[in-house]
């Protein structure tokens, strides 16, 4: 079985080697973009990321592919209907670390009241005062909106709960132990309406994209905060845009945002660019925005997690041709 790998790091290759002997394994450092797909063509098994765009002109290029197995919770860059026309199943890793995106958030949340990058910058500076810029905030004193509470916006709420703030949840399925803890689902109208933080926990889906939109950025508090380790078509860079600019919003914490591939994969370098990612590059110098590279999962414990899936993700699937809890449905 000859089993392709992409976006790996020799830490991966060593494990995957050790755990998956007996088949043809072929690793890449490089994501799709970058290889020839005339070396994988004749691929069984493919394991990828997120930045390995998998539409339909890709895979039909694959003439033996059964299973992809994605190293990530998401989907969206998989056509999902043309494997289903062609049998080919697909695997993802469904919680391989929902306390780590959970805490990324906190993180960003806390640097943003507490004003962190503007104090650093200062200090940076040699300006060691202070006064009224600096004055912060309590999570006592702050709503939270958090949207959709699967497993990583119920740990995100959880923590909430625990540094005292008013916690508002919109999910179209309510989950009973966050209610008993005492967080009050609502409407998305009224979390956005009252909501000194809103934080994103939602899959990317049609139903999802531009989720928060220019329509939905005026229903919030001026000065609001928005945070986003979600997916980031669920935003509108453009409407986000002005509403820091213009000073609607307080401030952001995008872990994901539009077009982030280009910047993440230096695709610049060959020419590729977006719009939309110079707007991101603007909104990264801003003292009350926080920009990563899609590493709210990035911990030992999550990494740890996907290669031990992913492994018996493949085995199941050689063994008994099914895929159990990975199975995209």
């Given at each position: ?7 790996v ?7 995957y ?8 394994l072929?690793?890449y ?11 994988v ?8 990321f997120v ?6 002109d ?14 990530s919770?998401?989907y969206?860059?998989i ?19 929902p306390r ?21 910058k ?9 006064d ?25 709420a ?18 009973i ?9 609502t ?17 990317y ?8 939109n ?34 609607k ?12 591939e ?35 999962y990035y911990?030992?414990?999550a ?27």
């Amino acid at each position: 079985m000859k089993i392709v790998f992409t976006g790996v790091g020799k830490e991966d290759v060593d494990y995957y080697a050790n755990h998956l002997k007996g088949n043809q394994l072929v690793f890449y450092d490089r994501h799709l973009d970058l290889i020839n797909l005339n070396e994988v063509e004749d691929a069984d098994i493919l394991c990828v990321f997120v930045f390995d765009k998998l539409n339909r002109d890709r895979l039909e290029a694959f003439k033996r592919l059964r299973l992809i197995v994605t190293r990530s919770v998401g989907y969206d860059h998989i056509d999902i209907n043309y494997c289903k026309s062609k049998g080919i199943k697909v695997a993802h890793m469904p919680a391989y670390s929902p306390r780590s995106v959970a805490e990324h958030a906190i993180a960003m949340m806390f640097a943003l009241i507490r004003r962190l990058k503007k104090v650093e910058k200062r200090i940076r500076n040699m300006d060691f005062s202070q006064d009224n810029e600096l004055e912060a905030q309590t999570f006592a004193d702050l709503t939270v909106g958090v949207i959709g509470t699967g497993k990583i916006g119920s740990w995100t709420a959880k923590i909430l709960h625990f540094l005292g703030s008013r916690v508002l949840a919109y999910d179209v399925v309510e989950n009973i132990e966050l209610k008993a803890l005492g967080v009050n689902y609502t409407d998305l109208e009224k979390l956005l309406k009252e909501s000194d933080i809103i934080s994103l926990h939602v899959p990317y889906t049609p139903q999802t994209h531009h989720m928060i939109n220019a329509e939905r950025i005026k229903l919030m508090k001026e000065g609001a905060i928005l945070i986003n380790t979600s997916r980031g078509k669920v935003v509108d860079t453009d409407a986000l845009y002005e509403a820091l600019m213009q000073g609607k919003l307080g401030g952001a914490g995008l872990d994901v945002f539009e077009d982030e591939e280009l910047l993440i994969l230096k695709s610049y370098e060959r020419g590729l660019s977006s719009d939309k990612n110079l707007k991101i590059i603007k909104l990264s110098t801003l003292d009350n925005v926080i920009i990563t590279p899609h590493i709210a999962y990035y911990t030992k414990e999550a990494v740890n997690n996907i290669r031990k899936c992913t492994v018996e993700c493949i085995e199941m699937f050689l063994k008994q041709g099914s895929l159990g809890r990975f199975e995209v449905v």
